[in-house]
């Protein structure tokens, strides 16, 4: 078969490729899942696209993480990476672990399960849609957050939901997952989250507030 001039080139890290200055904080949508290792590549067939260069020096080591300068990115979207094996799993949470000053990330479609030993301290934004969460304690940490979107997991209860009541979040989306059917959804959710001003895309309405919710507010409007 004709094999495209590029082929060699098709499991090549971008931050591999030389003579180029790109750094990671200007990739708003990188591609950050690993190529197959030498031995799949070879037992593959595919050996002629394993880049053949001398040992990585530990000065290389070190321009290539200043290259990739996750730690600067401010927004980011990593999401439908394909993360087939372990290994691409471990280099993804591996970049995530840089993303101390992302903003607004979006991890979309990735198959991930648990990200509980991610710490993204200045996210406001995180969109894990379709992803294979089934609890809220499997989330990063995220202190600053502000708007979650979670829809199509497998969010199976409101368990650990109250780890977010310290935070500024405002918005929530948890459509498509089984919690969503669990009886006084709504309510509960929004007494689990003081912030919180919308769930699943609709405004917190009068209905949604639990009983002692409501005696509060009224005796607030007698004394007003």
Known sequence: SFKLPADPFKYLNWCDIEEHDVRGNQLHCPRVREGPSKEELYFR??????????????????????QENWENCAELNLSFQDLGDLYQVENFKRILQRLI???????????????????????????????????????PRIPQIQHLSLAENNILTLNGISDFRHTPLESLILKRNPCEFQERYRELVFSSLPNLKMLDGIP?????????????????CTIL
Do not use: Y
């Open 101 to 139: 000053r992302v903003e607004k990330l979006w991890l979309v479609d990735n198959s991930l399960t648990d990200l509980s030993a991610i710490r993204l301290p200045r996210c406001r934004e995180l969109n894990v849609n379709r992803n294979h969460f089934t609890s809220f304690k499997q989330l």
């Open 45 to 66: 067939g595919e050996e002629h696209t394993v880049k053949k260069r001398k040992q990585v020096t530990d000065t290389e080591k070190w321009q290539k993480k200043l």
């Open 204 to 220: 917190k309405l009068p209905e949604d507030c639990s009983p002692s919710d409501i005696r509060f507010l009224f005796k607030m």
